[in-house]
């Protein structure tokens, strides 16, 4: 699915989710909260947020969930920035990496940039 970059349309995206997983799966709260915080770092730090859009893919990989976020690409890579622990930002990539099994970004030659998570054998558990 492909929204634009707007943090009004993070909720689209969560709704997203929710119907390809369906309600009542295990890990349908953790996919969501990563979820935004993926999208919310798409629109903050990259093109995506000055008019572009975001895409957000659902993949079966292996048995695991995993979920990328698709942007316009920016100045900066995801990172385990070390900032205050009082400030506002800055957490939000070592919240996925706490919850998620395994995460990642990929940047291809046009310089846009595709952040991505994952949740162990959860694909499988589909209803």
């Known amino acids: 699915m492909t929204i ?3 943090a009004e349309n ?3 995206a969560r709704r ?7 309600a009542g ?5 953790t996919s969501r909260l990563l979820l935004s915080e993926l ?3 798409s629109i903050r730090h990259s093109a995506s947020g000055r008019g572009g859009s975001v895409t ?3 993949l079966d990989v292996g048995g695991a969930l995993r979920v990328e976020v698709a942007d316009g690409g920016g100045e900066t890579v995801p990172c385990l920035c070390s900032r205050g622990e009082l400030l506002e930002s800055g957490r939000g990539m070592k919240m996925v990496d706490a919850m998620a ?3 990642g970004f990929t940047r291809d030659s046009t310089v846009s940039s595709t952040t ?3 949740l162990p054998n959860t694909w499988s558990s589909l209803s």
């Open 16 to 22: 997203f989710v929710v119907k390809l997983l369906g």
């Open 101 to 103: 099994s395994r995460w």
């Open 39 to 41: 999208i919310g770092n």
């Open 4 to 6: 634009p970059g707007d």
């Open 56 to 58: 957000v893919a659902v």
């Open 10 to 12: 993070v909720a689209e």
């Open 116 to 118: 991505w998570f994952e």
């Open 25 to 29: 799966h295990r890990d349908i709260e």
